[in-house]
């Protein structure tokens, strides 16, 4: 499947701060919402070496659109890849499997998953969520606010972080009446995410609770990592390549590439975005082979960290080289710049990765040794 269309689409979808249906028409159709799915229950069966794959081809047609597929893929990937065995450790009960598959059973056919993770005033430190959970009857009550939901009420269902006294556990709660969008979403860059605010009050069934066990939420977070900080990865080290590709195209177009300060400038984003997708590349193979290794988790941080911070510095530079006509509205590199801007802030934030790979090279436990809790 090629992403052409996607890029034809993403003006206007940026302009207009709107989800971009088609492009997950297209994917449903490819089939693609089923990637992470396991064969026997109509899926691709990918890793996340797949994931990183897919979603860095997305990126280079329409990057909102690939951040959205990931947080698709983050509610799947996580759902498939847990091993039976350590579910039932952690004391998963027997109608939790029931429900794993159904829910991945229903994105092989088409269903899609959204995250509604984030919070004004605590971003997406899971200990710092004010969204509550308590037992009502045999299900649950839901209710807090959530904000940067990416295709909030274009979803079937919702990943809520929520909280009851000190345990952080996590729902898959499908779309109904008791969830309300706030239409909020007027940002910088990714605006074809439609990241609206997400108010929660509903009852939900006992086996939305993901692992059907309180208090997984911290744990997971820290021991696999790769869904909330790897998977953004794929996506900003597409966004890198995308923006080289637009800027070779337009300086040709314009008779600059003769230039050797053009060439030079091409030359180094091309090394710093290949450099970022080996790193990228590198940890997605090792999730695969060695999911929850302390050396996984190093480069699934180093990845976060490259990604981010290089997608912006090589749209930084593909933009200048290109002049202040690349800076009028409606120039793909204009785009591209402002969704690249994203990358290093969003979770885990390039500060953030940085300062967790510099306690591990310090020795100590980089999910330990902080004032504040990373999650």
């Known amino acids: 499947m090629t992403y052409e269309s996607f890029r034809e689409r993403a003006e206007q979808h940026d302009r207009e701060a709107s989800f971009p249906k088609a492009d997950f ?51 799947t990937g996580a759902l498939a890849a847990t091993p039976d065995e350590l579910a039932r450790a952690l004391g998963a009960p027997d109608e939790f499997f029931a429900f794993r598959d159904r829910v991945l059973a229903d994105a092989a056919n ?29 299900g649950w009550r839901i209710r807090g606010s959530k904000t940067f939901c990416s295709g909030a009420g274009h979803a079937d269902a919702y990943l809520v972080v929520a909280r009851r006294d000190d345990k952080v556990s996590q729902f898959l709660v499908p779309a109904s009446d008791g969830l309300t969008i706030e239409q909020t979403w007027d940002p910088l860059g990714m ?21 059907g066990v309180e208090g997984l939420g911290l744990l997971l977070a820290r021991v696999s990592p790769q869904w909330l900080v790897a998977s953004y990865a794929a996506v900003y080290a597409g966004t890198a390549r995308a923006a080289i590709t637009e800027a070779a195209t337009q300086l040709t177009e314009r008779g600059l590439a003769g230039l050797p300060h053009v060439r030079a400038r091409l030359g180094r984003a091309d090394a710093a975005a290949e450099g970022a997708w080996l790193a990228v590349r590198d940890a997605a193979r090792l999730v695969d082979e060695k999911p929850g290794d302390p050396e996984t988790n190093k480069a699934v941080y180093r990845a976060k960290l490259l990604a981010g911070d290089t997608a912006h510095e090589v749209t930084a530079s593909m933009l200048e080289a290109c ?17 690249a801007r994203c990358g290093a802030l969003q979770p885990a934030t390039s500060d953030v990765c940085a300062d967790w790979l510099g306690v591990a090279a310090l020795g100590l436990d980089p999910d330990e040794e902080t004032a504040v809790p990373r999650w």
Do not use: W
Request: aromatic fraction near 6%; hydrophobic fraction near 35%; glycine fraction near 14%.
């Open 25 to 75: 028409d297209d994917l449903r159709a490819a089939g693609l919402l089923g990637l992470m799915v396991p064969e026997r229950l109509g899926g691709k069966g990918s890793g996340f070496a797949g994931y990183a794959q897919v979603a860095y081809d997305i990126a280079q047609g329409s990057p909102a659109t690939a951040l959205l597929f990931n947080m698709h893929c983050s509610v």
């Open 191 to 211: 605006r074809a995410t439609a990241s609206n605010d997400l108010h929660v009050d509903v009852r939900v069934p006992r086996d939305t609770l993901l692992g």
């Open 323 to 339: 002049g202040t006509s690349a800076t009028r509205r409606g120039n793909p590199l204009e785009r591209l710049f402002r969704d």
């Open 110 to 138: 088409g269903a899609l998953y959204m995250v509604a993770g984030s919070e004004r005033g605590a971003g997406s430190r899971f200990s710092a969520m004010t969204t509550t959970y308590e037992p009502e009857g045999d």
